[in-house]
């Protein structure tokens, strides 16, 4: 069982390239997020999916772009990185807001994308 | 604005005795919280979860406390192992849509 699998694990870009970050899974969960992590910081949400064809955007969204084609799939793009954006990004998914009421509503990780942008 | 803070960067527990972290959040209208456990580069993985109708929840060594009226919930690690040293975060959510987290706190548990 993979759980969430995110692409690439590591990565360095140049101010103003662009990238794709990409993050699977397979669990059938409805629910995908995007976070990002600073040293010394805790998680910040980017985006987030409630179901194919819905995004949001969360506390810090500036800056990247997700679009939610199929329920596996949750891609996150920059399109002009910046210093700012140097970060390990994560992507989680969960079965959604209903599931709380039972206790199941419970964020899955991927293993994170480090990116450093110079 | 910080609505989920965890005010003790670093803690260090003796390994057998009780490891408590504490976690304090602004915002009256959360009702889900979740504590996570981070190793370095790795993803965080799911601990525990309490919602607002308990004010506790325990799952082996693992129990999480909550009070509404202080705003405040702590994760109890009894006995603590030297594998329990990692990065713990605690998040929260209302209606388990959007989770807000905290800073972290670096639980060593020395041998």
């Known amino acids: 069982n993979a759980g969430v699998t995110q692409t690439p694990k590591f990565r360095i870009l140049k101010i103003g390239q662009s990238m794709t970050l990409q993050c699977a899974q397979d669990?059938?969960?409805?629910?995908m997020y995007w976070y990002r992590q600073d040293p010394g910081m805790g998680l910040k949400l980017i985006y987030y999916?409630?179901?194919?064809?819905?995004?949001d955007k969360g506390e810090v969204p500036n800056g990247y772009n997700v679009s939610r084609s199929t329920t596996e799939d949750f891609p996150l793009r920059l399109e002009l990185a910046a210093p700012s954006q140097t970060s390990v990004y994560f992507c989680?998914?969960?079965?959604?807001?209903?599931?709380?009421?039972?206790?199941?509503?419970?964020?899955?990780f991927g293993a994170g994308s480090r990116l450093t942008v110079l | 604005d910080q609505q989920v803070k965890q005010n003790s960067p670093s803690l260090s527990v003796q390994e057998g005795r009780i490891s408590i972290l504490n976690c304090d959040y602004t915002?009256?209208?959360?009702?889900?919280f979740l504590w996570y456990k981070k190793y370095p580069a790795e993803g965080p993985t799911f601990l525990i979860s309490?919602?607002?109708?308990?004010d506790k929840n325990e799952d082996g060594r693992f129990t999480v406390f909550l009070n509404k009226s202080a705003k405040h919930l702590s994760l109890h690690i009894v006995p603590s192992q030297p594998g329990d040293s990692a990065v713990y975060f605690c998040?929260?959510?209302?209606?388990?849509?959007?989770?807000?987290f905290g800073t972290g706190t670096s639980l060593t548990v020395i041998p």
């Open positions: 669990m059938n969960h409805n629910y």
């Open positions: 915002n009256s209208m959360f009702d889900y």
């Open positions: 989680a998914s969960s079965y959604g807001g209903a599931a709380a009421i039972s206790g199941a509503n419970v964020l899955t």
């Open positions: 998040a929260a959510s209302r209606t388990g849509n959007q989770f807000y």
């Open positions: 999916s409630v179901g194919a064809g819905i995004t």
């Open positions: 309490i919602s607002s109708i308990k």
